[in-house]
């Protein structure tokens, strides 16, 4: 228990954050909006642990035998499926939450390394398109910025049916950055607060999607792959039915994922931990026989994956790629500490900053005020994504390599235990040193 002298106990219900909120509600009459993804502590890929090979299996050198990390993404209907050099994509985060230099970065950093970008809520920005080597164009329930032309000009499109942070919620845009360019893409007026649907609004249900799919596949004369991205709820029965109306890439994204604003009782008490949602995609995915087989459904997975090792448990799962926005974000150099003291002036820190919201962003990445964005250079931003995309990329190889896997999609379930009971009845491998997963015989 927490006190902050001898004798002054904290309450464990009653903690001074909640105490804080109750009295900020008090005091302003406005629920709390913030961006980032779930701050509660919850099931993690933290929780599980590699296996490595020993005697009943055989691992390999690390210098001297590959371990590939290719993949190809949308073979199931598309003439043009998606050829990537590493498995690590980044994910849709919109022109307007962020500023048009860090779309350009995240474009340089993802090409560098051979994979892809995606656009967001808001359109594609010419800056994007010219830096990006694959981009994933997303539909989205909002159509701000929807373009025909764009649809065409993309390499790939996502269908978003909902994300981890705010499943059955539309995004938000507070009117401090709806800039001239941010409001003419999404047709706005300037300075207003905006909210997207929460869903699309031509459809009443999984049989619209079917007829979606074939609508965007005609307009871009069957090539490009079609994903559907959905927030992790109902996972199981999610996927079964984005497969049956004719996906070729299924995008799971867990609660821990990232968000550019919402309400943060949305962030924190809506959806499920990415970890319980990977076996249940999988389970559908199998079900429905298109899971890791030529010509079938692929996998991504997003939701708080921050490093190598949790690529690696997320493709042990059973993910076929992962797709990370928070870390991106962290990689170009949000929430860094050169800008301390503008974190302080904002009542904020570095490592703690989380009002995308309010377009103030000293690092010059979540904001559409000019001045901010000099701060950000999109040349260093791109290099230091592609850094840390190689990073991620040579930690998730070693893992691998050392459970004797020559390439990154023949990491198994079976090359993972899990920490705690809670892990393994969500990630469904054992518990360390037994063979026991709850609620399986
Ligand atoms: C700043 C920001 C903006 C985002 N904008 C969108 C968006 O426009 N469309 C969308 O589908 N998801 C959006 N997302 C969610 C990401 O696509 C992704 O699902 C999430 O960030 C993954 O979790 P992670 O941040 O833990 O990696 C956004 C996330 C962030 C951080």
Not at 160 to 174: E, H, I
Not at 267 to 272: A, T
Not at 294 to 316: N, T, Y
């Amino acid at each position: 228990m927490t006190t902050h002298t001898p004798g002054l106990r904290e309450s464990a219900t009653f903690d001074r954050d909640v105490i804080h909120e109750i009295q900020r509600a008090a005091e302003t009459g406005i629920y709390d909006i913030r961006g980032w993804g779930a701050k509660r502590r919850l099931p993690h890929f933290d929780d599980l642990l590699f296996l490595g090979a020993s005697m009943s299996r055989y691992p390999l050198e690390g210098y001297r035998e590959r371990c590939d990390t290719d993949i190809v993404l949308g073979d199931r209907h598309a003439k043009h499926p998606l050829h990537l050099d590493i498995p690590i994509t980044i994910a849709g985060m919109s022109f307007g939450a962020l500023s048009g230099r860090a779309k350009e970065a995240l474009g340089r950093g993802a090409g560098e390394v051979g994979t892809s970008t995606t656009t967001g809520d808001g359109g594609m920005t010419p800056e994007e398109r010219g830096q990006s080597k694959h981009l994933v164009y997303q539909y989205l329930p909002s159509r701000y910025g929807m373009n025909p032309d764009d649809l065409r000009k993309a390499d790939a499109i996502e269908i978003v049916l909902g994300q981890g942070a705010k499943p059955g919620g539309g995004g938000m845009l507070l009117g401090q950055k709806i800039t001239d360019r941010v409001a003419g893409m999404r047709t706005l007026p300037v300075g207003v607060d905006q909210r997207s649907a929460c869903r699309h609004p031509d459809w009443t249900g999984p049989d619209d999607l079917a007829i979606k799919i074939i609508e965007l596949r005609e307009i871009t004369g069957w090539e490009k792959p079609i994903y559907v991205k959905v927030g992790a709820t109902r996972t199981y029965y999610d996927v079964k039915l984005a497969v049956k109306a004719g996906a070729d890439v299924v995008v799971v994204d867990g609660m821990q994922g990232g968000t550019a604003a919402t309400q943060d009782v949305f962030i924190e008490h809506v959806g499920i931990p990415t970890l319980a949602a990977i076996p249940q995609a999988v389970q559908a995915l199998q079900e429905m026989g298109v899971h890791r087989t030529p010509g079938g459904v692929q996998l991504i997975v997003s939701g708080g994956i921050r490093s190598g090792a949790d690529v690696a448990k997320a493709m042990a799962l059973g993910a076929d790629a992962v797709a990370i926005g928070t870390a991106a974000l962290i990689a170009l150099g949000d929430n860094h500490p050169r800008f301390q003291k503008q974190y302080e002036a904002l009542g904020s820190s570095a490592g703690f900053y989380d009002d995308f919201q309010a377009g103030l962003d000293p690092a010059g990445i979540t904001t559409q005020d000019p001045e901010l964005q000099k701060n950000f250079d999109p040349v260093e931003g791109g290099r230091r994504l592609a850094n840390y995309l190689r990073v991620l990329t040579m930690e998730a190889q070693t893992l691998a390599r050392a459970c004797g896997k020559s390439h990154l999609r023949n990491l198994e379930p079976q090359d993972l235990v899990a920490l705690t009971i809670e892990a393994s009845a969500m990630a469904r491998v054992p518990l360390a040193g037994t063979t026991w997963i709850p609620g399986q015989l």
